[in-house]
C-alpha cells in the first residue's frame, strides 16, 4: 500500500501543479478500475478508497461536481433495516 500512496499522492501534486484538479480522476479511472476487479474485497480496499477521498478532498473535486455528501439523515434514509 505504501507504493501505492506514494502514487496517489504524486498524481494529486501534478495535477494541482498543472491547475488541473480534474485530470486526477483521470489518472485514477484505470487504477481505481483495478481494485473493483478483485474478487476479494478486503482492508486494503478500504484503505485505497479512504485514500481516494482524501485526495478528492484535497483537490477540492467535490466542489468542482457539485457534489455533496451525504448526511446522517440520508444515510439512514438510504439504509433502513
Known amino acids: 500500500m505504501h507504493t501505492l500512496t506514494m502514487v496517489l499522492d504524486d498524481m494529486e501534486t501534478a495535477a494541482q501543479a498543472a491547475g488541473t484538479p480534474m485530470q486526477f480522476l483521470d ?46 439523515q440520508d444515510r439512514e434514509e438510504h439504509h433502513e433495516t
Not at 486494503?44 to 468542482?64: D, E, K
Open 27 to 72: 489518472w485514477l479511472g484505470g487504477l481505481h478500475d483495478l481494485w473493483h476487479m478483485e474478487p476479494q474485497r478486503d482492508l486494503g480496499f478500504l484503505i485505497f478508497h479512504w485514500h481516494v477521498v482524501r485526495h478528492l478532498s484535497n483537490l477540492q473535486i467535490h466542489i468542482n461536481l457539485g457534489v455533496q455528501p451525504y448526511t446522517l
